[in-house]
């Protein structure tokens, strides 16, 4: 089976580097994504990385190892509309479906 | 480019009725993917089609069903709702079986189970 870990909670302060961890178990690996979901809003894809090393897309990057199943998502010069929950996902073995971690909710401290 | 739209925003039901929800996909995107998110927690995976047929299917009972349609959008059918099928249900649209990585969602739709 799949199984993913983040923290829960995440806080920072505005300006601020955050960085947000996901582990991963499973049993056929294709890729770490990462989505957005502000509160009452759709999860918005952010970023997806297949092979090891760190993927840059503004002031959010993403990094993988897939020797230690972890990888994490690093938002830089940290905004108030950062402060949503964050998902870290991955395919099940099948490849047919995405499996969502519970969630980080990051808070932005002014 | 049209987005991924869902309809309704909001619905009220009762145990053991029955509710349709509908999805537009993205223009181009031939995959549709559901999902039912409780508060507080990740969107969980109910089922995906692709090309109109049930390409995977995640730990939801039967009487959660789906459809395809040849323009590509979707159902979601629920029947004998219960307390428990109160949640966001998400659909998400792809360009291809093969890249289910990058999914776009639609707005939800908020099940209410009284």
């Known amino acids: 089976g799949q199984s993913l870990e983040q923290p829960s909670e995440v806080t920072a302060v505005e300006g601020a580097i955050v960085q947000i961890n996901c582990t991963y178990q499973?049993?056929?690996?294709?890729?770490l994504s990462w989505y957005q979901q502000h509160d009452g809003g759709a999860p918005t894809f952010l970023s997806y990385?297949?092979?090891?090393g760190l993927e840059e897309t503004g002031r959010f990057s993403s990094f993988l190892s897939r020797s230690d199943s972890y990888g994490y998502l690093l938002l830089q010069e940290l905004q108030m509309k950062d402060s949503a929950s964050y998902f870290c996902a991955v395919r099940d073995e099948s490849g047919d479906k995405i499996i969502f971690g519970k969630g980080t909710r990051l808070h932005i401290l002014p | 480019e049209t987005g991924v739209t869902q309809s309704p925003t909001h619905l009220i039901k009762t145990r053991g009725q029955q509710v349709t929800l509908r999805c537009s996909s993205q223009?181009?995107?031939?995959?549709v993917s559901w999902y039912q998110q409780a508060l507080g927690q990740g969107p969980q995976f109910i089922f995906q089609?692709?090309?109109?047929?049930?390409?995977g299917r995640g730990n939801f009972p039967p009487r959660f069903s789906g459809l395809q349609f040849p323009n590509y959008s979707s159902e979601l059918n629920v029947n004998a709702l219960e307390l428990d099928d109160s949640a966001l249900y998400l659909c998400?649209?792809?360009?291809?079986?093969?890249?289910?990585?990058?999914?776009?969602f639609g707005p939800g739709t908020r099940l209410t189970v009284l």
């Open positions: 990385n297949a092979l090891d």
């Open positions: 499973t049993s056929g690996f294709y890729g």
């Open positions: 998400a649209s792809s360009s291809g079986q093969g890249s289910p990585d990058t999914q776009y």
């Open positions: 089609y692709y090309r109109e047929e049930e390409n």
């Open positions: 223009s181009g995107h031939n995959t």
